[in-house]
Every structure is written in C-alpha cells, then in structure tokens.
C-alpha cells in the first residue's frame, strides 16, 4: 500500500472517484464530489517522529478494523465521524468513508499511568501539563486518577508539545476545551476498564475532535489503537522496569540499538523486527476483540 517516492516520501495511491488531500505519517486522506472524506490507514510505520521506509503487514488493516470497534463500543459517550466501510476494493479493510469535521487544533490526551513524555515532565516538576502529581511514581506507576494532558499537533518530522489545559483553551476556547477534557477521560475511563477485563492495561491514549456541520463536538481520526496509545499487558505490569506493550516498541529499541542518529533519514527495518511487530499488532486486535484477524 502507498509506497514511497525517489525521496523515501509517502506516496498515497491514486483512487478512482476520490482526489487526495494530503498525506499523513500512516494515513492518506481523499474527498469525492458529495465532500465526504475516504480515511486510509497504510502498512507506514513512524518511529521518533520519522516515517520508516519498511511497512509492517496488515497494520493499516488492524488500525482500521479496531477504530471501528472501539467507535461502537463507545458510540454512546460522543457522536464520532464514522458513515460507511463500503470503500473502493483497492483500500477493503483498511478505509472507511467519514464525515468531514473541522478538527480542533489539539491533541487529547488521557493518562492513566505514568510513561514516556508525561514521566519526563514528571521527573522535572512533579506534574504533567499542570495536573500536579504525588512524590514517588516511577516509570509504569498507575495514577492516583486519570488526567488530561493535551499537547500541540505537530506536522511530519515535529514532535508534539504537550501544553497545560489554560493554554489548550487559548487555542479552542475555554468552554470547548472543558468538554474535550471531560470526554476524553470518560472515553479512556471506559475504554480502560473494558480492556482490564481483557489482560490489558490501556496507559494512556491520544483522542482527536472536530466540530461536525452543526457544530456538534465530534470523534474523529482512529481511536484507542496500538499507533495511539500505550497498551500493556497486566500480568507483566512492573513499575519502574519497561512494560510489554503492544505496539512498536520492537521497533524503537532495534533502532536505538543500531547507533541511528535521529536526525538522518532512518535505516530499513529487518525482517524479524517487522515479523515481530505485525504479531504484536495482531496479538492486540484479537485480544481487546476477541476475534481472530
């Protein structure tokens, strides 16, 4: 799927009946003629804000098919985007048709457990995006209860900037910026407990808005995902030692180990580490879906 140009670029498919609008690190966005938005999750992977020039298999597909779960198991908290999976054979399993939003310009992250980014604001003033946190938690520790720290969106190759809730309410609006906050921990307060009950702990989580045609605050992109969020699994889970998870994190470490720069365009990936990858992504829709791929 996609592919990638003379410049290691990604390069979205051409799609009968639907012009490209842009291109993101996984996803291809398309419009037709009646304004709806066809969303394309590719095999693309990102690593330390680069686009990798190895896809991992069915990714695309898994992101996609565990969107549309999470979106009906939480469809009575928030209206989301979702209209249609009746996509051009081309993109089968891994499109869906949605409504066009017009997308908060922040991203909403929920918390749960202390990890990544939020351990390091952490380390340096005991709080994350101003929620003040107690002495003692390490890397992993569970919270005393989950919290909203939002951050800037940031284009391909940027890193995203997490921001306190005083200034996410300077770019949307007070008003619109306490209801993100309140959706989203009910989102991943829900969504957290249902994985519980499936071996698996949901860390934390991104969840991006956008107002619909009337002006209704609307789910949109993917959700609750391996790409999106830190799961792990509960049985493994050790505060102050790195969880098991299941995303990428096979790749990170490989590419951290080879002495890669961060700064040049990154190496390709080995088959093993892309094996490894595609079963822990498949290993995570099955087990929060109880389905087989």
């Not at 792990?232 to 299941?246: H, K, R, V, Y």
């Not at 290993?283 to 087989?292: D, F, H, N, Q, V």
Request: glycine share 8%.
């Amino acid at each position: 799927m996609s592919g990638f140009g003379k410049n290691g670029a990604p390069v979205a498919p051409k799609i009968d009946g639907w012009t490209h609008l842009r291109t993101g690190k996984v996803r291809d966005l398309y419009r037709n003629e009646d304004g709806e938005i066809l969303l394309v999750a590719s095999d693309r992977i990102s690593a330390f804000d680069w686009v990798l020039p190895s896809e991992i298999p069915n990714k695309g597909a898994i992101l996609t098919q565990l969107s549309l779960f999470w979106f009906e198991l939480l469809g009575d908290i928030v209206p989301n985007h979702f209209i249609s999976d009746d996509v051009p054979l081309q993109v089968l399993d891994r499109a869906v048709i949605v409504e066009p939003l017009q997308m908060y310009e922040i991203e909403c992250v929920a918390r749960g457990y202390l990890s990544g980014s939020g351990l390091s604001e952490y380390e340096t003033n005991s709080a994350v995006c101003g929620n003040p946190l107690p002495a003692g938690l390490l890397d992993g520790s569970k919270l005393p209860t989950p919290i909203f720290t939002p951050a800037t969106k940031a284009d391909i190759g940027d890193h995203d900037v997490n921001i306190d809730f005083e200034s996410a309410s300077k770019i949307v609006g007070e008003e619109v910026a306490a209801e993100l906050r309140q959706l989203s921990l009910k989102l991943y307060e829900t969504a957290a407990e249902y994985a519980l009950s499936r071996g698996i702990i949901l860390a934390d989580t991104k969840f991006e808005f956008g107002a619909d045609a009337d002006g209704a605050i609307t789910l949109g992109d993917e959700v609750l995902t391996p790409d999106s969020s830190r799961f792990w699994e509960l049985d493994a889970w050790t505060p102050g030692t790195q969880q098991a998870s299941f995303d990428k994190q096979f790749v990170r470490d490989w590419l951290t180990s080879t002495g890669w720069d961060k700064k040049s365009p990154p190496p390709e990936l080995p088959d093993e580490i892309i094996e490894k990858t595609a079963l822990r992504y498949e290993e995570a829709y099955e087990r929060i879906t109880g389905s087989k791929f």
